[in-house]
């Protein structure tokens, strides 16, 4: 199971081409959920090298960041900046959760959406532009990529309901025991911790981790609240979010 978890998790989250698992069930799902920090050690590297190559060549920090943004959406085949965006655009479509839901399933990006596509995207480089003038930048910033996928067994800890029974997160969604969630958040944690040390101070950092719960568990609430449940995009929306709200508490340090 946990080979199956860790194919299902790595071709989910990341671009990076592996076999099919032999076995997708919601045990296999949960189990991926819970892997996601490490499972998208592939992005972690390239954003590491990303900033390293950035320093050693003299690129600006803003460009720099700007660089890791766009590796990380060429990485993930922008599936979770899709989701940001169809998630926006659901919560503003209407007042009727079917119709939220097929602006989320079927619309083309709306204001909502490519507004909140723009704010997040600013906001991470932001951060990632104070943060890459730190000496031990390059790991860091590797840290808190794995760190901010945590929310993915957050978001899928048994419990939060599906807003539909079908689509790429019907399957994810409710599939993490409360143990397997605790158990990623503390690794994001500790990795977290790390990160802030590196930079001066583990606090920002902390503080940040838990910032993050807080904004990813408010979504969660709208989410349930407004459409009855979450879905796969809402997963996206939170990996983007959870990412930068950690890149703005290390840009604190």
């Not at 390293?52 to 960041?65: E, F, H, N, S, Y």
């Not at 994001?188 to 802030?196: D, P, Q």
């Not at 910032?211 to 995009?233: E, F, P």
Request: overall charge positive.
């Amino acid at each position: 199971m946990l080979h199956d978890a860790w194919l299902l998790a790595t071709g989910t989250l990341t671009a990076v081409r592996v076999p099919p698992p032999t076995r997708v069930d919601r045990s296999v799902a949960g189990l991926a959920m819970v892997l996601a920090p490490l499972a998208v050690l592939p992005l972690a590297v390239v954003a590491a090298v990303v900033v390293l190559v950035g320093d050693r060549i003299g690129l600006p920090p803003l460009a720099t960041a700007y660089v890791v943004v766009l590796a990380l959406a060429l990485g993930t085949r922008a599936l979770h900046w899709d989701g940001l965006a169809d998630t926006a655009d659901g919560l503003t479509a209407s007042y009727s959760a079917e119709r939220s839901l097929e602006v989320m399933r079927t619309g083309p990006v709306g204001p909502a959406g490519v507004v909140a596509v723009v704010l997040v995207t600013g906001l991470q480089a932001a951060g990632l532009a104070a943060v890459v003038r730190h000496e031990h930048a390059w790991w860091v910033v590797a840290l808190l990529v794995c760190a901010s996928r945590a929310c993915l067994a957050l978001a899928c800890v048994r419990g939060v309901p599906s807003a539909r029974p079908d689509g790429l997160g019907a399957s994810f969604i409710g599939a993490v025991p409360v143990v397997g969630a605790a158990a990623a958040l503390l690794v994001a944690a500790v990795a977290v911790a790390f990160a802030g040390r590196a930079l001066g101070s583990a606090w920002p950092t902390t503080i940040g981790l838990v910032v993050m719960v807080a904004v990813v568990l408010a979504l969660l609430v709208r989410c349930v609240r407004r459409l009855g449940g979450i879905t796969g995009d809402v997963l996206g929306a939170a990996v983007e979010i959870s990412f930068a709200a950690l890149v703005l508490a290390a840009a604190t340090v």
